[in-house]
């Protein structure tokens, strides 16, 4: 993850600074880029991520965070497939949540 900048970074100073986490941007630029749009189809054609994608909107995320984990789940998705030698199941990556139609 750190290698695709999609990685959090969370700034915590003492007991009174606690910003916001967001992304660290340190890792590929061209990698984050190659993710993102496939971010934007899965939330729209696969139904596990779509739920995901909900399943974060409905906890008051805002919509390009949300964006920003599906790429990471994607990322995880494929260094997984990629180890194990296996074809993409979503269901492997949400085995708790029901998919969305």
């Known amino acids: 993850m750190a290698h695709s900048g999609l990685d959090p970074v969370h700034q915590v100073s003492g007991t009174s600074v606690h910003k916001p986490s967001r992304m660290s941007r340190a890792g590929n630029r061209y990698l984050r880029r190659a993710l993102y749009m496939p971010a934007l189809v899965a939330v729209r054609l696969d139904p596990h991520l779509k739920a995901f994608y909900e399943t974060l909107l409905s906890r ?16 995880h998705a494929i260094y997984g497939m990629l180890r194990s030698e296996t074809p993409y199941d979503g269901s492997k990556l949400f085995p708790a949540l029901l998919p969305a139609i």
């Open 60 to 75: 008051h995320k805002a919509k390009l965070q949300a964006i920003i984990a599906v790429a990471r789940k994607l990322l």
